[in-house]
């Protein structure tokens, strides 16, 4: 079964502090995009990793994709209030079919 | 405005009702999306569409339906509504090309 597991889930941490998610994945990617989410709010686009060691960096964020290891990251530095949000991947495998899957999120909370 | 434009935004109603959930995009692109999503959790696709005549069943089609009138406009439908499809009905776009997902702003339903 095709999975697309990110850890962890949940992620309650202290501004100015490190920390990474994980996106894991069970298949062959073709290209892998991180998004963002406010509550209640729509999806927005943060980054897209085209190929194995590819790294995309926007200020406090930087993402980077492991094909090998079907691995995705998304390193947060020193951490601030208003990166709170939940944080989902999404795998884009199966060629041309352009078929895609999400990952089931990460809620992150940056306590003052 | 909006790229990806979704009516009604908040929509309650009573069990048993039809409603329908309208989705256009000027993005040119040729892909449709319905997803929904619940509280703390991530997003299931209910239907896609590659284009007008090619509409497919996602993960948690029962109970719903879909219309492609024209490559701009996907409209879902709950033909009876019940309690338990209470949630956040999302839309979304994407280029065959890319696979990229461009979000509507959401359309949340309360059903009584």
């Known amino acids: 079964e095709l999975k697309v597991e990110q850890n962890p889930l949940f992620l309650s941490m202290q501004e100015g502090k490190n920390y990474t998610i994980y996106c894991n994945y069970s298949?062959?990617?073709?290209?892998l995009y991180w998004y963002r989410q406010d509550p209640g709010k729509s999806l927005e686009s943060l980054f897209v990793?085209?190929?194995?060691?590819a790294v995309k960096q926007e200020g406090r964020l930087m993402a980077s994709l492991d094909t090998k290891a079907r691995l995705s990251t998304l390193h947060i530095t020193a951490a601030v209030h208003d990166l709170s949000a939940t944080y989902f991947c999404l795998l884009v495998y199966g060629g041309a079919t352009n078929k895609l899957i999400f990952g089931t999120g990460t809620l992150l909370a940056v306590q003052p | 405005d909006a790229d990806v434009t979704q009516t009604p935004r908040n929509r309650i109603t009573k069990t048993g009702k039809r409603i329908m959930l309208e989705c256009s995009q000027t993005k040119g692109h040729d892909r449709m999306y319905w997803y929904r999503q619940d509280p703390g959790l991530g997003l299931r696709l209910i239907y896609y569409s590659f284009d007008v005549k090619d509409i497919n069943k996602g993960e948690i089609s029962d109970g719903y339906s879909v219309s492609r009138q024209a490559q701009a406009k996907f409209s879902l439908s709950l033909e009876s509504a019940i309690p338990n499809q209470t949630a956040l009905y999302f839309c979304?776009?994407?280029?065959?090309?890319?696979?990229?997902?461009?979000f509507g702003e959401g359309s949340r339903l309360t059903v009584l």
């Open positions: 979304a776009t994407s280029w065959r090309g890319t696979g990229e997902l461009f």
């Open positions: 990793l085209l190929s194995n060691g």
């Open positions: 298949t062959t990617s073709d290209r």
